[in-house]
């Protein structure tokens, strides 16, 4: 193996940066390559859960990303009508599970996380390919991966590829890969002057809306519902809201009023049904959608794109990554969230009347017992810890209201 262990991410999303800072934090030179000409991600909010802050702790981001995003205060889950099914707390998700849930923009982690990083370390514009998987019991043999200046040679690949990864599919091609999830997305970020509301997600029928204020003034929104896969609107995607959610409380009107149609970002949700048989093969690791893709409805994806990357740093010593341990610490895990917002999509898009009911009179019989029963199926998962500790402070990141 070289002096210097050699790494190249092939992904600049949030898992692929997470996991080039925290490798390049261990002393492994990282190459990240990313496919797009600027490392510009899909203009979308992201939830950041307990469980992921404290991975972004690892690497010494944690408290900087809780200053920079809003934390989710008071709000809870409604009706098209506007009736509060359920309130949530602020102050019951940091005493159950040692920090808040917070929300900010994608483009500032990812900027955040880049500037980790040494500089020339990204390369944009870089589509690239795993050429050989190499093997890890010969130091002379290791992975290689073509880019169109040439081919790289490393002790580490790290395929952070995506949903429709080539990685995975170069790695294991006789797994199906991922599945339409049956309902498509939307998702704006835009400034709605005037607006005054609490956090929330709404359930209709076969449809849901979220609305989220963000640290600096502008409102992340999100809409999916039941729709054929590669649908699009006959106008355009506002239009298409309009449809579908106009007659909805308030906000979500005036969320949609202040949009302009290029705000709008459609895309179909697809899910990796059937397990990999690993999350690694010879000298290549896989992480987030590319190894465990789930549907957005525990907002869980990212977050566990980031627990992958730090669980896998503290897997690769420099003298020699230990992948098949990875992929024990992360297959069931991963396996078992993404089951669970499965049956949470099934439960979001119900759209039979009688179930509809039963099920919105089961969310307020839970609400009236209080938040803490609600919060119960987060266990095990906005409680995770780091194999590893913090860089960053480990006090209890907890406080009664939101920045």
Not at 116 to 137: I, N
Not at 195 to 202: G, L, P
Not at 340 to 345: D, F, H, P, S
């Amino acid at each position: 193996m070289a002096q210097v262990p050699r790494a190249v991410v092939v992904g600049g999303g949030l898992g692929g940066l997470t996991a080039a800072v925290a490798l390049h934090r261990r002393g492994w030179r990282v190459t990240v390559l990313e496919r797009a000409r600027a490392l510009e991600p899909v203009g979308a909010g992201i939830s950041l859960a307990p469980n992921s802050l404290r991975a972004l702790d690892v690497i010494g981001l944690g408290d900087e990303i809780r200053e920079l995003a809003a934390w989710q205060g008071d709000g809870g889950l409604r009706t098209p009508s506007g009736r509060w099914l359920m309130r949530t707390s602020t102050a019951a998700m940091g005493e159950r599970f040692g920090g808040p849930l917070v929300v900010l923009h994608r483009a500032t982690l990812i900027d955040k996380l880049a500037a980790q990083l040494p500089e020339g370390a990204v390369r944009t514009a870089a589509a690239a390919s795993l050429t050989d998987p190499g093997d890890p019991g010969d130091v002379g043999r290791p992975a290689r991966v073509g880019t169109p200046d040439g081919e790289l040679e490393a002790e580490l690949v790290v395929g952070a590829d995506g949903i429709h990864s080539a990685v995975r599919r170069t790695l294991f091609p006789e797994h199906g890969g991922p599945v339409y999830s049956g309902f498509t997305t939307w998702r704006v970020v835009i400034p709605v002057p005037g607006a005054a509301f609490a956090s929330h997600e709404t359930w209709g029928r076969g449809r849901i809306w979220g609305t989220h204020p963000l640290k600096d003034g502008r409102i992340y929104a999100y809409a999916a519902a039941i729709a054929p896969a590669g649908g699009r609107a006959p106008d355009d995607e506002r239009a298409e809201l309009v449809r579908l959610f106009g007659d909805w409380h308030e906000p979500i009107p005036a969320v949609i009023a202040a949009a302009r149609p290029e705000d709008v970002l459609r895309h179909d949700v697809h899910h990796i049904a059937e397990p990999l048989p690993a999350f690694h093969r010879c000298r290549v690791a896989l992480l987030g959608d590319a190894a465990h893709a789930m549907p957005p409805t525990l907002g869980q994806g990212g977050n566990q794109a980031i627990e992958d990357a730090v669980v896998l740093s503290g897997r690769s010593d420099p003298e020699g990554p230990d992948l098949a341990a990875y992929t024990a610490d992360r297959k069931p895990r991963t396996t078992a969230i993404g089951r669970k917002a499965v049956g949470v999509a099934r439960l979001n898009m119900m759209r039979s009347r009688p179930g509809i009911l039963l099920r919105n009179a089961t969310v307020a019989v839970v609400s009236k017992a209080g938040p803490g029963l609600f919060l119960r199926s987060f266990d095990g998962i906005a409680d995770w810890r780091p194999p590893q500790p913090p860089y960053a402070s480990d006090r209890a990141h907890t406080r009664e209201t939101p920045a």
